[in-house]
């Protein structure tokens, strides 16, 4: 059964940056496309970001487009976002997810297989 953990999160002030982590297991990490999206209190779960399986297909959502960067290793079975200047509005719960099917999505109610969260705090 396919899993996925996300890691380093943490306390950054703004304008620093962070580097997240979600690993694979359980399954042919190939032929996943992989996808963040982050919840903030209260707030519903957002996009964030996609990585298609080959790499090729990259979406960013509007509010990150420039600062944050996707990427993946096929062989390490990892997905990774990088994030930069950071804001205090990024402050978020960051997941990982995990589709199949071969469509880029946007939409959090599209993905069955997620992490279980990572905390990111930006303090001002």
């Known amino acids: 059964q396919p899993q996925l953990v996300e890691s380093g999160g943490g306390l950054v002030q703004a304008g620093g940056s962070l580097k997240l982590s979600c690993l694979f297991s359980?399954?042919?990490?190939?032929?996943?496309?992989m996808a963040w999206f982050r919840q903030a209190p209260g707030k519903e779960r957002e996009f964030v970001g996609l990585?298609?399986?080959?790499?090729?297909?990259?979406d960013y959502a509007d509010s990150v487009q420039g600062r944050f960067t996707i990427s993946r290793d096929n062989a390490e079975k990892a997905v990774y976002l990088q994030m930069t200047s950071l804001k205090p509005e990024d402050t978020a719960v960051y997941y990982c997810?995990?589709?199949?099917?071969?469509?880029?999505?946007?939409?959090?109610?599209?993905?069955?297989?997620w992490g279980q969260g990572t905390q990111v705090t930006v303090s001002s």
């Open positions: 997810a995990a589709d199949a099917s071969g469509r880029t999505l946007r939409s959090a109610h599209e993905y069955k297989l």
């Open positions: 990585i298609g399986w080959l790499k090729r297909n990259l």
């Open positions: 359980g399954g042919s990490f190939g032929t996943y496309h």
